[in-house]
């Protein structure tokens, strides 16, 4: 009998140690990042941009397994592989933002390869692009755009007499027949003075 309880005994204690060793390696499995503590961290830097514009993605706690990291988000152009620096290591990349990407907020989501089954998530606000106002070039001789707010600063290109043309925001600059204002223009990239152009509706400050 003693002997039969001494066999249970370690029956029991080698399936309470197989039955442990078993959950270690579950619980393994859903641990994001093995090794580190911690789920690895996302951030985008900005964490907002306009359209058409560029970010940087940051991921640090990732394991030091992994063969790659990528990022991905329905608001890029496409899936960016991180470059790996330091150790412990973090990983970088910067990302283009689509120039339709729909504004408001965008997630973006970080994995590795080759390091177990984890993922990163961030989030990135996507601005509207700003309100357009139509112009008419008053001036009979035409007006040039320049590159800064004032007369002296290069000429970027034209407008003739009557043409329409957009009007981005408007800042304060060198004075041209009394009006201050400048309107910004986006093609030919640069700036036309107030005082030659007839806008459509009131032109909102540039931040």
Same mark, same amino acid.
């Given at each position: 009998?003693?002997?039969?309880? &001494?066999?249970?005994?370690? /029956?029991?204690?080698?399936?309470?140690?197989?039955?442990?060793?078993?959950?270690?390696?579950?619980?393994?499995?859903?641990?994001?990042?093995?090794?580190?503590?911690? /789920?690895?961290?996302?951030?985008?830097?900005?964490?907002?941009?306009?359209?058409?514009?560029?970010?940087? #993605?940051?991921?640090?706690?990732?394991?030091?397994?992994?063969?790659?990291?990528?990022?991905?988000?329905?608001?890029? &152009?496409?899936?960016?592989?991180? &470059?790996?620096?330091?150790?412990?290591?973090?990983?970088?990349?910067? /990302?283009?933002?689509?120039?339709?990407?729909?504004?408001?907020?965008?997630?973006?989501?970080?994995?590795?390869?080759?390091?177990?089954?984890?993922?990163?998530?961030?989030?990135?606000?996507?601005?509207?692009?700003?309100?357009?106002?139509?112009?008419?070039?008053?001036?009979?001789?035409?007006?040039?755009?320049?590159?800064?707010?004032?007369?002296?600063?290069?000429?970027?290109?034209?407008?003739?007499?009557?043409?329409?043309?957009?009007?981005?925001?408007?800042? &304060?600059?060198?004075? #041209?027949?009394?009006?201050?204002?400048?309107?910004?223009?986006?093609?030919?990239?640069?700036?036309?003075?107030?005082?030659?152009?007839?806008?459509?509706?009131?032109?909102?400050?540039?931040?």
């Amino acid at each position: 009998m003693m002997f039969r309880s &001494a066999v249970s005994g370690c /029956a029991a204690v080698a399936l309470a140690s197989v039955a442990m060793t078993g959950f270690a390696q579950a619980d393994a499995r859903t641990v994001p990042a093995a090794g580190t503590g911690a /789920a690895p961290r996302a951030m985008i830097t900005p964490s907002t941009a306009k359209q058409g514009g560029v970010v940087t #993605v940051k991921v640090v706690g990732a394991p030091k397994t992994c063969r790659s990291v990528q990022a991905r988000s329905d608001a890029f &152009a496409r899936t960016v592989a991180l &470059a790996k620096k330091g150790n412990p290591p973090v990983y970088t990349g910067r /990302a283009g933002v689509r120039a339709k990407a729909a504004p408001g907020a965008h997630q973006v989501t970080v994995g590795g390869v080759g390091c177990g089954k984890w993922v990163g998530k961030a989030k990135l606000t996507v601005l509207a692009p700003p309100k357009v106002v139509k112009g008419k070039v008053s001036s009979k001789l035409g007006i040039n755009v320049r590159k800064q707010p004032t007369s002296k600063s290069a000429v970027t290109g034209a407008f003739r007499k009557g043409q329409t043309i957009d009007l981005i925001c408007r800042k &304060a600059g060198q004075p #041209v027949g009394g009006n201050r204002t400048w309107y910004q223009v986006k093609i030919p990239k640069g700036w036309v003075a107030a005082r030659y152009v007839k806008a459509n509706g009131a032109v909102p400050p540039c931040k």
